[in-house]
């Protein structure tokens, strides 16, 4: 989507080419910048990269002498235009951004609560001094800001505001230390940069004179959704289809290259079928890719996994006739290499470290070939697949266990030192022991809901939605960053607010047979006749980056000159180089399912920490990999 940034100076006058040009040229050239001094006596300057799709973005003046910046793709266009009295045929319907202009003018900073899509904006109101910052309510979108006595900024990269001011690039220890933990989110506004705040998804945020912020949580998923009285799965699945072909229809456009991130599962395969079989009306395919490993025989049977998903995503692309299926093995693509190119991405650490190299394979060539959209069914499980509540068979673990017989404060107490205990002596994680204790990472958050020990009820609502990562999850906005670095839209048809409200009102225990066992069956139940069986019934999941261990044997000398970096960096106050030097080790001497998970989540992710910490300003876009 459409880019932007703005800054707000609270003390003096907004330099155009300083604040606005210059700190944009990182990303993109001088003459795809569109800045303004749209309040040069209130010190507030906006800026946009020029439109790449014209129908959704941009900057504008608005009646009422507000001004609104943003990006929107609105699902609920024909409701909102008529709800607004908008009667124009739709394809004489201006833009998109347009149309959010429209309900502010209507209902004002409420507006956010009649709108639909991937959308985020923020409008400057130069009469009463304040910025309103808006995003949707789970979209594919992002946005950031920093407010601060002398000045305010906006930008929907952080990489805009540190080249605005690098002095921003002040590292967050808690966060780190969270997520070298590979722990959920457990605060949404939080970046590995301190200063530097994410707008998470269903809030807005109002900033005044002097950098006041005030954010709001206008859309809590809890309040959203109402039990459905359903009796059956064929029931419950017969209006999940209505839901989703919806959600797929509003994100198919015939007039734009399309391609579609393609695995052997039930998400992205139902993704696939139904956007082809809408292209098909019309006489066109779909671009479809699929991550392969380098070896289509790597790790087949470990743990009922499979790791090449080429052959259930074939069983897809064939049955649907109109899709050009492509594989891609990214077998010049180095994990080292993806993981420094992510660091650039996103500006800092992400989860799914060692998944970067393959995911930016497979986007760039799609981008390559020309798709300017591309669809993925990345919430999937949270949603209309839903494994369901698992059979207490396979809780046998020690925190299920203690669940029912040990009171919670006394559960915290042992979950805590055993969690401590694990980091001084590296058993889980990279995290160093002193950035553990300096952090206090054992101490926070335990009555939050997403923390991973606090006590949930099995299936309860409650659980469905911190799984969700509803108000906080990341993963729109690195998809979103994703787009951006890579020129195209992502777009994921089961982020759909409407299809999610929909599934998560769906009685928990329609969603696992209870004769056979079988779980998502809501999904499964929902693409019978559409989807083969052959995938629509498979049990079994991919393993991602499946030939991980290969990849990093083969590129040995890079691994340990980049541990040998850190050894001598600030990282190795961050990160515990001996463990990730054992996982190194035992990479090169074994290959098993606990080796391929650590190489992941330990060696990788402290690698990826320790990289930002050394150079937390990121710095240039890496040479293509």
């Known amino acids: 989507m459409q880019e932007y940034w703005g800054v707000w100076r609270h003390i003096s006058a907004c330099d155009r080419e300083k604040d606005l040009v210059r700190i944009g040229?990182?990303?993109?050239?001088?003459?795809r910048i569109d800045a303004r001094l749209v309040s040069a006596d209130f010190g507030m300057a906006i800026a946009t990269s020029y439109e790449t799709f014209p129908t959704q973005a941009g900057l504008r003046k608005l009646p009422d002498g507000n001004w609104l910046v943003g990006a929107a793709r609105i699902d609920n266009k024909i409701e909102l235009r008529a709800r607004l009295g908008i009667n124009l045929p739709l394809r004489e319907r201006s833009t998109d951004l347009d149309l959010v202009g429209e309900a502010y003018l209507q209902w004002g900073?409420?507006?956010?609560?009649?709108?639909?899509?991937?959308?985020?904006?923020?409008?400057?109101?130069?009469?009463?001094?304040?910025?309103?910052?808006?995003?949707?309510?789970?979209?594919?979108?992002?946005l950031y800001y920093y407010t601060g006595r002398d000045y305010t900024a906006f930008a929907t990269r952080r990489k805009?505001?540190?080249?605005?001011?690098?002095?921003?690039?002040?590292?967050?220890?808690?966060?780190?230390?969270?997520?070298?933990?590979?722990?959920?989110?457990?605060?949404?506004?939080?970046?590995?940069?301190?200063?530097?705040?994410?707008?998470?998804?269903?809030?807005?945020?109002?900033?005044?004179?002097?950098?006041?912020?005030?954010?709001?949580?206008?859309?809590?998923?809890?309040?959203?959704?109402?039990?459905l009285s359903l009796r059956t799965v064929e029931e419950a699945?017969?209006?999940?289809?209505?839901?989703?072909?919806?959600?797929?229809?509003?994100?198919?456009?015939?007039?734009?290259?399309?391609?579609?991130?393609?695995?052997?599962?039930?998400?992205?395969?139902?993704?696939?079928?139904?956007?082809?079989?809408?292209?098909?009306?019309?006489?066109?395919?779909?671009?479809?890719?699929?991550?392969?490993?380098?070896?289509?025989?790597?790790?087949?049977?470990?743990?009922?996994?499979?790791?090449?998903?080429?052959?259930?995503?074939?069983?897809?692309?064939?049955?649907?006739?109109?899709?050009?299926?492509?594989?891609?093995?990214?077998?010049?693509?180095?994990?080292?290499?993806?993981?420094?190119y992510s660091l650039w991405v996103h500006d800092g650490p992400v989860s799914a470290t060692s998944n970067a190299f393959w995911m930016y394979a497979l986007m760039k060539t799609a981008s390559d070939d020309g798709a300017q959209i591309i669809l993925n069914g990345q919430t999937g499980n949270a949603g209309l697949s839903w494994p369901g509540v698992r059979p207490k068979k396979d809780a046998a673990s020690l925190r299920n266990r203690l669940k029912d017989v040990v009171p919670l404060q006394l559960r915290r107490v042992i979950w805590r030192r055993r969690l401590l205990r694990s980091i001084d002596y590296g058993g889980i994680t990279p995290l160093h022991p002193d950035l553990a204790r300096r952090s206090h990472v054992a101490d926070v958050g335990w009555d939050d809901p997403a923390h991973p020990y606090y006590s949930l009820i099995d299936g309860s609502l409650l659980e469905?939605?911190?799984?969700?990562?509803?108000?906080?999850?990341?993963?729109?906005?690195?998809?979103?960053?994703?787009?951006?670095?890579?020129?195209?839209?992502?777009?994921?048809?089961?982020?759909?607010?409407?299809?999610?409200?929909?599934?998560?009102?769906?009685?928990?225990?329609?969603?696992?047979?209870?004769e056979t066992g079988m779980r998502r069956m809501l999904m499964r139940t929902a693409m019978a006749g559409r989807m083969?069986?052959?995938?629509?019934?498979?049990?079994?999941?991919?393993?991602?980056?499946?030939?991980?261990?290969?990849?990093?044997?083969?590129?040995?000398?890079?691994?340990?000159?980049?541990?040998?970096?850190?050894?001598?960096?600030?990282g190795r106050y961050y990160v515990n180089l001996p463990v990730m030097r054992n996982v190194w080790q035992a990479v090169q001497e074994r290959e098993d399912r606990e080796t391929l998970r650590n190489a992941a989540s330990i060696l990788l992710r402290g690698i990826a920490v320790g990289f930002f910490v050394q150079q937390p300003t990121i710095g240039p876009r890496p040479d293509e990999i």
């Open 464 to 514: 469905r939605v911190v799984k969700l990562g509803a108000g906080r999850t990341i993963v729109g906005a690195l998809y979103a960053e994703w787009g951006a670095a890579l020129g195209f839209e992502p777009r994921d048809p089961t982020a759909d607010i409407r299809l999610l409200r929909y599934c998560l009102g769906v009685p928990p225990h329609l969603f696992v047979d209870l």
């Open 237 to 340: 699945a017969e209006g999940a289809l209505v839901h989703f072909d919806e959600a797929v229809r509003c994100r198919v456009d015939s007039h734009r290259p399309m391609a579609v991130s393609l695995s052997g599962g039930l998400d992205s395969g139902a993704v696939a079928l139904t956007a082809a079989q809408m292209l098909r009306g019309t006489g066109q395919s779909l671009a479809a890719y699929t991550g392969l490993p380098l070896d289509d025989d790597e790790w087949t049977a470990v743990n009922k996994r499979f790791g090449s998903e080429w052959a259930l995503a074939l069983v897809i692309s064939q049955h649907a006739m109109n899709i050009r299926h492509y594989p891609v093995r990214a077998e010049s693509f180095t994990p080292l290499a993806g993981l420094r």
């Open 109 to 142: 900073e409420a507006c956010v609560e009649h709108l639909i899509g991937d959308w985020s904006f923020v409008v400057w109101q130069p009469t009463n001094r304040r910025l309103f910052l808006a995003r949707d309510q789970l979209g594919m979108t992002a």
């Open 25 to 31: 040229q990182g990303p993109f050239s001088s003459d």
């Open 532 to 570: 083969p069986d052959a995938v629509r019934l498979n049990p079994r999941f991919g393993l991602q980056a499946a030939d991980l261990i290969t990849r990093l044997r083969a590129d040995r000398a890079a691994m340990e000159a980049c541990l040998d970096e850190l050894e001598r960096g600030d």
């Open 160 to 227: 805009l505001l540190l080249a605005l001011d690098p002095g921003l690039a002040q590292i967050n220890d808690l966060y780190l230390a969270q997520f070298l933990l590979n722990w959920r989110v457990l605060k949404g506004d939080q970046t590995p940069h301190l200063p530097i705040h994410r707008l998470p998804p269903a809030h807005t945020a109002v900033i005044t004179d002097g950098g006041t912020a005030e954010v709001r949580y206008y859309w809590q998923v809890l309040h959203n959704v109402t039990p």
